[in-house]
């Protein structure tokens, strides 16, 4: 299995610009989470999928960002416009629904953002 | 609302001694605590779990232990390698399918 895929691995934008970070999920994993990595807050759940549904975006910093699932194999996150304060990396993860199991996630490589 | 705190920023030991990482909770409903590892410009891989009904876990030169009434767990790594050189994340899992991380702390393990 190639993992959690994401692209791109690197973004650079300007201020105001709409930005797409994508994923494909591990095949067969019911759980797709998006996480952002900052300096300050460490790794932050923004938004889980179950079955593509979204669960819970509680995480998700401001009406800015958006995030779909219109497949088992694929999910975007949205941030539109983009702010410098965006700036951080990125994670897409998944895991299986097997509740004998401890919620092991795996996650994709991220996604480096850069806002000027 | 931070339920997961790694206190500790940054840890530097000596190759071949005790690496000890700290981690506090807040949340008593999390049934499972996990430790990933994370390398540079990677995403971050699991290490080593253990179950809130448990004190201690051991995985090779890596051990686990939950303290439940001072809502407190750490990560031992033994003897500490230059390989393990990290940013390391603990993380809190409860019933909802979702983990809850704290801010990590970066191991540096010197030759």
């Known amino acids: 299995d190639a993992g959690v895929i994401q692209s791109p691995r690197h973004e650079v934008t300007e201020m105001g610009q709409e930005v797409t970070l994508r994923c494909k999920p591990i095949?067969?994993?019911?759980?797709l989470f998006w996480y952002r990595q900052t300096m300050m807050r460490g790794l932050e759940l923004l938004i889980y999928?179950?079955?593509?549904?979204?669960?819970?975006d509680s995480g998700m910093p401001e009406d800015r960002f958006s995030a779909k699932m219109p497949n088992a194999s694929f999910s975007t996150l949205k941030i539109q416009p983009s702010e410098p304060r965006d700036s951080a990396v990125y994670f897409c993860?998944?895991?299986?629904?097997?509740?004998?199991?401890?919620?092991?996630?795996?996650f994709g490589p991220g996604t480096r953002l850069t806002v000027l | 609302d931070q339920q997961v705190k790694q206190n500790s920023p940054s840890l530097s030991v000596q190759e071949g001694r005790i690496s000890i990482l700290n981690c506090d909770y807040t949340?008593?409903?999390?049934?499972?605590f996990l430790w990933y590892k994370k390398y540079p410009a990677e995403g971050p891989t699991f290490l080593i779990s253990?179950?809130?009904?448990?004190d201690k876990n051991e995985d090779g030169r890596f051990t686990v232990f939950l303290n439940k009434s001072a809502k407190h767990l750490s990560l031992h790594i033994v003897p500490s390698q230059p390989g393990d050189s990290a940013v390391y994340f603990c993380?809190?899992?409860?019933?909802?399918?979702?983990?809850?991380f704290g801010q990590g702390t970066t191991l540096q393990v010197k030759p």
């Open positions: 999928f179950n079955n593509n549904v979204p669960i819970d």
């Open positions: 253990i179950s809130s009904i448990k």
């Open positions: 095949s067969g994993h019911d759980y």
């Open positions: 993380s809190g899992s409860s019933n909802t399918g979702k983990l809850i």
């Open positions: 993860a998944s895991s299986p629904l097997d509740y004998t199991r401890y919620n092991e996630q795996f």
């Open positions: 949340n008593s409903m999390f049934d499972y």
